[in-house]
């Protein structure tokens, strides 16, 4: 079984500022990880994904996360936050559906980051 | 450019009645889903099918039932509607069994009264 946790349900940072969004991730498998976005009114977009090559990830827009495993850890970064970042963020972990050999996501509940102007 | 497209953007409906949730990708892709999304708990899984006629139940079936005629269509219906079925439901669709990204629709957010 898979679960994964975000451990703020909203953050709110100033443009121009550090972001960080919080992962942690439980599978009986060998992961993999994803970030999606969600901006308003819009379906989800994949922000990145953590396959188990490079342990540091870049995605769209500015966004990097690393996997650490000794962690079980997934967080989401940024150097300097924008105006567009404002969405709502879900982490997300993968896992084998053994009767067919295919791939399920199950995703953490979402962290909201509002940007302070 | 990929492309999901869900039926309705909004959708009110009376307790009791039958209610069907189209969705259709333009991508060729095998495997197609149907989350739900509430506040606080993310997005559940519904059903997903990885072939025409194919179907799984996913972690939250109770009440729905699903329909793949078509490779480019996965329909959702609610037999009955309650009011516990107020959300937002999202299509998703995937290429392949060993690629990960899922493309998403915009949502249908419906409402039971």
């Known amino acids: 079984a898979q679960s994964v946790t975000q451990l703020d349900s909203h953050v709110s940072v100033s443009e121009g500022t550090p972001v960080l969004l919080r992962c942690n991730y439980s599978?009986?498998?060998?992961?993999?990880l994803f970030w999606y976005v969600q901006h308003p009114n819009k379906g989800l977009q994949l922000l990145l994904k953590y396959t188990s090559a490079a342990t540091l990830v870049k995605g769209i827009n500015g966004f990097e996360a690393e996997f650490k495993k000794s962690e079980t850890s997934f967080h989401l970064t940024k150097p300097s936050a924008h105006m567009s970042d404002a969405a709502e963020y879900f982490c997300?972990?993968?896992?084998?559906?053994?009767?067919?050999?295919?791939?399920?996501?199950?995703f953490g509940t979402g962290t909201r980051l509002t940007i302070i102007p | 450019d990929v492309k999901v497209t869900q039926s309705s953007r909004y959708l009110v409906k009376r307790t009791g009645e039958k209610v069907f949730l189209e969705c259709v990708q333009d991508?060729?892709?095998?495997?197609m889903f149907w989350y739900r999304q509430d506040p606080g708990l993310g997005l559940r899984l519904i059903y997903f099918?990885?072939?025409?006629?194919?179907?799984e139940k996913g972690d939250i079936p109770e009440g729905y039932s699903v329909s793949r005629e078509k490779k480019e269509r996965f329909s959702l219906i609610l037999e009955s509607a309650s009011t516990n079925q107020t959300s937002m439901y999202l299509c998703a669709s995937q290429s392949g069994r060993w690629t990960y990204e899922q493309y998403f629709g915009p949502g249908t957010r419906l409402t039971v009264t």
């Open positions: 991508m060729d892709h095998e495997n």
């Open positions: 599978s009986s498998y060998s992961p993999s």
């Open positions: 099918s990885y072939d025409v006629k194919m179907k």
């Open positions: 997300v972990v993968s896992a084998f559906i053994s009767n067919f050999g295919n791939e399920k996501l199950t």
